[in-house]
């Protein structure tokens, strides 16, 4: 099973970028997914998340109204558009496949994500 994360890179602050996580070994329509962010010496935390369907999505406070996850299940993958990026967006993001194929109470939470990427690097500098 690989995750692979792609579509990072360096941005100015206000811009755009589109990050895609294509799956093999794993089918995706199986499990909701989510994305995460990590900077280094602290700990990863959630960002966006979407049930298999595509239908519901989940984000958190802080990139809500600026980003959008969304899936391609007959691609086997999932984006994340992130718009209007500041500089506190700079970080490591990872996608993973959740334990459900739906969101339930815990979606924010790594420790209930299966399998993880292995990361794309944003950074939001002028």
């Known amino acids: 099973v690989q995750l692979q994360a792609s579509g990072g890179g360096l941005v100015q602050p206000g811009g755009s970028l589109r990050l895609s996580c294509a799956a093999s070994?794993?089918?995706?329509?199986?499990?909701?997914m989510g994305w995460f962010r990590q900077n280094p010496g602290k700990e990863r935390e959630f960002v966006a998340a979407?049930?298999?369907?595509?239908?519901?999505?989940r984000y958190a406070d802080g990139v809500k109204g600026r980003f959008q996850i969304s899936r391609d299940n007959t691609k086997n993958t999932v984006s994340l558009q992130m718009n209007g990026l500041k500089p506190e967006d700079t970080a490591v993001y990872f996608c993973?496949?959740?334990?459900?194929?739906?969101?339930?109470?815990?979606?924010?939470?790594?420790?209930?994500?299966?399998?993880w990427g292995q990361g794309t690097l944003v950074t939001v500098s002028s």
């Open positions: 979407i049930v298999w369907s595509g239908t519901v999505t």
């Open positions: 070994g794993l089918t995706l329509s199986s499990y909701a």
């Open positions: 993973a496949s959740y334990q459900h194929p739906y969101l339930d109470g815990s979606y924010d939470s790594e420790e209930f994500y299966t399998y």
